[in-house]
């Protein structure tokens, strides 16, 4: 059983930056593909960002740019580092861990989500 925490949410001006983390605990970290999820109000949530772990990395394109997904394997933790920041990143962004056990058979887990506003 793996639990995530995010942190690191707040409010900046547009064009500012935050960094995003989720500490992991109670599984084997490495095993586990790692991404960002966001939710803005009244909208689905959507995926940001992907680090498996193979070592790839994916943006959806709105992001592509300014935002990096990284993970440290020896601290537990995966962080999101947000550049240049607009009022349409302002959502809360929640921690997911997938892992594969087969080619037929996967699971996910979540974080409880961090606050991201972006004010104009």
């Known amino acids: 059983q793996l639990q995530l925490v995010e942190s690191g949410g707040g409010v900046v001006q547009s064009g500012g930056s935050l960094r995003l983390s989720c500490a992991a605990s109670g599984s084997i970290f490495s095993w586990y593909d790692m991404g960002w999820y966001r939710q803005a109000p009244g909208k689905q949530r959507e995926l940001v960002a992907t680090f498996t772990s193979g070592g790839s990395t994916n943006y959806v394109d709105s992001v592509k740019g300014r935002f990096t997904i990284s993970r440290d394997n020896a601290k537990n933790t995966v962080y999101l580092q947000m550049n240049s920041l607009k009022p349409e990143d302002t959502a809360v962004y929640y921690c997911?861990?997938?892992?594969?056990?087969?080619?037929?058979?996967?699971?996910?887990?979540w974080g409880q989500g961090t606050q991201v506003t972006v004010s104009s």
């Open positions: 997911n861990a997938r892992i594969a056990g087969s080619a037929s058979w996967s699971r996910d887990y």
